[in-house]
């Protein structure tokens, strides 16, 4: 499948060949991952993953042609690994210099890994006039394979549910997708002073947290399916919020013993409990944090509860807070010749 992004600098740039493309600018859009659905893993697929993509923060890079290859901005030696990766795949000339002008922060739950592979993956290929099956990139990057939904944040955004990891290594498929509703708005809290397992100490994590019970499994794909997405599609900001926060202790308390508590950063836990007390119920933590998340209900409320947060919390260091739309259209590629 040909990557088709949703905006695109240049609508002709598909009929030039590639020795007229100079430059190519790509950017792919952060995501939320709030959950499981199948930690037990007992009909053949396992995890299963529920997933908000965001409007920001966002991932930009700007690949253009040059003498030798130079990787320039944030997170420079893994996108290194990546570009050298795609060189050696498609045997291309490594005369490139990538620019990441902006880049979502690391290890912090919210997908930055993925997310740069795919943009530095698409617009590689765009420069050299090949084809950008974004599921075929994060395979040959070695990304997506326990989850797919920051694959699906970059092809279409909005809510995505994907049908969990089976005996093939390959990104599972997706199942479901929903726009997020325009009016309703993401409060984000970050502990810039933590970082989320990742690594081999995610690898250690999943291997030696003890089974899950088969029957918790089965109650959180009815509340997912019964639940969550029927809310989403009707607008129902309480049924929705109610059953994200389910999703959360669950998962949460599964994940304690490798994480330290329900959620990664005890500030993060304390801004979200004062977040429930004003009667919020969507909150949570983005996959093993420490970003943690509020679904509210209109731009005024989630920027009334950040200026009240950021009061509240103003001599927490490494906290901070942002408000973000969800993205309902995926990654954009512009085209520069």
């Not at 999703?247 to 994480?259: K, V």
Request: hydrophobic letters at 40%; charged letters at 25%; one cysteine or more.
């Amino acid at each position: 499948m040909l990557v088709a992004p949703a905006r695109s600098g240049n609508s002709q740039s598909d009929d030039r060949n590639s020795t007229a493309i100079e430059c190519v600018r790509v950017s792919v859009p952060a995501r939320l991952h709030v959950g499981f659905v199948d930690l037990h893993g007992g009909l053949g697929r396992r995890f299963g993953s529920l997933g908000i993509s965001l409007d920001a923060p966002e991932t930009r890079v700007r690949l253009r042609r040059a003498d030798g290859l130079s990787v320039e901005g944030a997170d420079v030696e893994r996108a290194r690994g990546y570009l050298e990766t795609l060189v050696a795949h498609f045997g291309l000339d490594p005369g490139m210099r990538l620019e990441i002008e902006s880049a979502i922060p690391e290890h912090a739950g919210l997908g930055s890994g993925t997310q740069l592979s795919l943009a530095i993956g698409v617009a590689c290929c765009r420069l050299h006039g090949l084809e950008a099956d974004a599921r075929v990139l994060a395979g040959l990057l070695d990304r997506g394979l326990r989850s797919s939904i920051g694959i699906a944040s970059f092809e279409r955004g909005g809510v995505i549910l994907d049908g969990g990891r089976g005996e093939a290594d390959c990104a599972p498929p997706v199942i479901a997708r929903l726009p997020f509703p325009d009016a309703w708005r993401m409060l984000l809290v970050y502990d810039d002073a933590r970082r989320g397992l990742h690594g081999a100490a995610e690898v250690e994590a999943f291997r030696s947290l003890p089974p899950f019970p088969p029957e918790r499994a089965a109650q959180l794909c009815r509340l997912v399916l019964m639940g969550v997405l029927p809310a989403l599609a009707k607008h129902d900001l309480d049924r929705f919020g109610a059953g994200l926060a389910e999703l959360q202790r669950a998962i949460g308390d599964y994940f304690a013993p490798a994480q330290g508590a329900r959620y990664t950063s005890p500030l993060v836990a304390e801004v979200l409990g004062w977040l429930e007390s004003q009667g919020v119920r969507g909150v949570g933590q983005s996959s093993w944090g420490p970003t943690g998340f509020a679904i509210l209900g209109s731009e005024g409320d989630a920027a009334r509860l950040a200026r009240e947060a950021e009061r509240r919390w103003s001599g927490a260091a490494g906290l901070r807070f942002a408000v973000s739309r969800g993205r309902n259209h995926g990654g954009e590629v512009a085209i520069e010749t």
